[in-house]
């Protein structure tokens, strides 16, 4: 029997500090215990995002992408706190539907860019529809 799962992440940033915090914010989650140039944000099934300050002579962070399901309840709140900070965010990938939501496969759906131009998204539904 496998057993692969997913452990962690390096996720490249500016300032590993706010990056870190504007995450957890976002999806209320708990920083762990900062470790070397690490701090971590663990999720819900055990996997971290590590971040790191993207070592010199990088200026210009190359952007990701990065998904996260979510419950509506915490859809939410993640919503609520987009268009508190008043960040631009899209119905798709692609950037159209300015500062809107998408209801694919029955669910929502928000893109939205970090700290550090990172492109997150947040989806209450996976791709296709949950498996019946």
Request: glycine share 8%; aromatic share 14%.
């Amino acid at each position: 029997m496998r057993s692969v799962q997913f452990n962690h992440t390096i996720v490249a940033c500016h300032d590993n500090r706010v990056t870190a915090e504007f995450w957890a914010d976002i999806l209320g989650l708990e920083i762990g215990t900062e470790w070397g140039p690490f701090i971590p944000l663990p999720t819900d099934n055990g996997a971290t995002f590590d971040f790191a300050k993207a070592p010199p002579p990088v200026t210009e962070i190359q952007p990701q992408h990065y998904a996260f399901l979510i419950s509506e309840p915490e859809f939410d709140e993640a919503y609520a706190k987009i268009q508190r900070y008043k960040l631009d965010h899209w119905a798709d990938p692609q950037q159209r539907g300015v500062n809107v939501i998408n209801h694919n496969d029955g669910g929502r759906g928000v893109y939205f860019k970090d700290p550090n131009g990172h492109f997150m998204e947040l989806i209450t539904v996976p791709y296709g529809g949950w498996p019946t």
